[in-house]
């Protein structure tokens, strides 16, 4: 009987330890200066924080924002679950922010027509050096198209990495595909809504630590508005 427990508790020992091997923990958050997204103004500077899990290409992430100077801009928490395999992944976002058809920004009301949720999957490959990824709204708080229908609101991008003077570059191209009130406000049809560049750079503080920090300009050529965002990401 003694060796069988031994027997167990070194199994259990074996699996722990290998589980601490393979899975993944994300701790991290991003100060910036505004928080732009996929060509929107969504609020001022903003503190985003980010704490995740991942095992071998399956991941879940949880993502939020919120205000630092403007008690009135958006706050927001997203939820999603991700796999990867290569090049290729796919998943699933639950976005939930307090600006939506739940005047309250009740995080747990589910209610088809009263929730300030968005449910939203998305389908992408890394080429290396070039990414495409797609984006589709499939259920709730969602916008409407031109007949008052919902609208299956969708984005895509493609982002191309370079490295310029020792610093990580990444250029991206997004566009709305179709007509929804979910992207600023109202896109009427295919909108090109996002070209951005974005510059990343590890800053030294010491030997052992270094702080990413970014800055992006981005323009959104169907509302004629353009930004300049300063960041940097805290991390373990």
């Not at 995740?52 to 706050?75: E, F, H, Q, V």
């Not at 307090?98 to 747990?108: I, K, L, S, T, V």
């Not at 609101?153 to 250029?171: G, H, M």
């Not at 295919?190 to 070209?195: G, K, P, Q, R, W």
Request: hydrophobic share 40%; no cysteine; charged share 15%.
């Amino acid at each position: 009987m003694k060796k069988i427990v031994l027997f167990a508790m070194g199994m259990v020992m074996s699996m722990t330890a290998f589980a601490q091997e393979e899975i993944e923990t994300t701790i991290s958050a991003d100060v910036v200066s505004s928080y732009v997204w996929r060509g929107q103004n969504l609020g001022g500077a903003s503190l985003q924080p980010t704490l995740g899990i991942g095992y071998k290409g399956m991941s879940l992430t949880a993502w939020g924002s919120t205000g630092l100077t403007n008690p009135d801009d958006t706050r927001e928490l997203d939820l999603t679950l991700a796999y990867t395999i290569g090049g290729f992944n796919i998943g699933i976002t639950d976005y939930w922010t307090n600006d939506g058809a739940d005047p309250e920004a009740r995080y747990f009301k589910y209610d088809a027509n009263g929730t300030n949720h968005i449910f939203e999957a998305n389908i992408g490959y890394d080429f290396g050096l070039a990414s495409v990824q797609w984006y589709t709204n499939f259920a709730g708080n969602d916008g409407v198209n031109k007949n008052g229908n919902r609208a299956y609101s969708s984005y895509a991008e493609v982002s191309v990495p370079f490295k310029l003077a020792s610093v990580d570059w990444t250029a991206t191209a997004g566009v709305i595909p179709w007509a929804t009130t979910t992207y600023n406000k109202w896109t009427s049809g295919f909108a090109v809504t996002n070209l951005s560049l974005k510059a990343t750079k590890d800053i030294k503080i010491t030997d052992t630590f270094s702080v990413p920090v970014f800055g992006q300009i981005a323009g959104n050529p169907y509302t004629q508005h353009a930004y300049l965002v300063f960041g940097f990401t805290l991390q373990p």
